[in-house]
């Protein structure tokens, strides 16, 4: 009986020096240590991720500014009174769709064919395609308004690049 109680021990003993070892003894930080290293790791890893964000946004702001430049600049072309008054608070003046370095409501116009703008103009006032705002902005508008002024919007691109050329 009483070697039974002492080889349950040894092995009790055994057992936790084994656990000890296998955790990292008070010599090399044990517990701690991983901690610590776990730790520093995981600030390594949001560091370079932080970086990558700060990438992606610098690249984003690249191209929304070749954008810009390729749209023109707000004062460089003329447009119409109906397009000013009409079209503009969403789409921007120059059709960009960006207003003092803000996305507007409107997606960008400029540089799509009239062609284009016009069929999607038809599919807003017909319903076809579903938009309340356009909607309900095209009613007043006839066909031939919006001929005018698809015509219009697709030659922003010639109006920026004459304006470019003065
Ligand atoms: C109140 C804001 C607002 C005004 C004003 C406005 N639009 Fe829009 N327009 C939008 C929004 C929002 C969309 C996106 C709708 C969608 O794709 O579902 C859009 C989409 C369009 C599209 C389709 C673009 C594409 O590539 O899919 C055209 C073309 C367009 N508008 C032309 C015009 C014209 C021309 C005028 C002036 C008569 C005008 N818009 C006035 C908000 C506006």
Known sequence: MKNAIVGVLVLLVLGVAAYVASVGGAYNGGEHGRVIADIGSKVAN?????????????KESDELNALRNKAGNVSKFDVSEDYDRKCS???GIDGSGFQNGKKMMGPRL????????????????????ENVVMKGLLIP?????????ADEIGDFPARAEAAKNK
């Open 141 to 149: 508008l006839s066909e031939e308004d919006l001929r005018v002024l």
């Open 110 to 129: 400029f540089g799509q064919r009239a062609d284009e703008l016009y069929k999607k103009l038809i599919d807003f006032k017909s319903g076809r395609k």
């Open 89 to 91: 608070s969403c789409h």
């Open 46 to 58: 949001s560091k370079s991720s932080k970086t990558d964000e700060k990438d992606d946004r610098a």
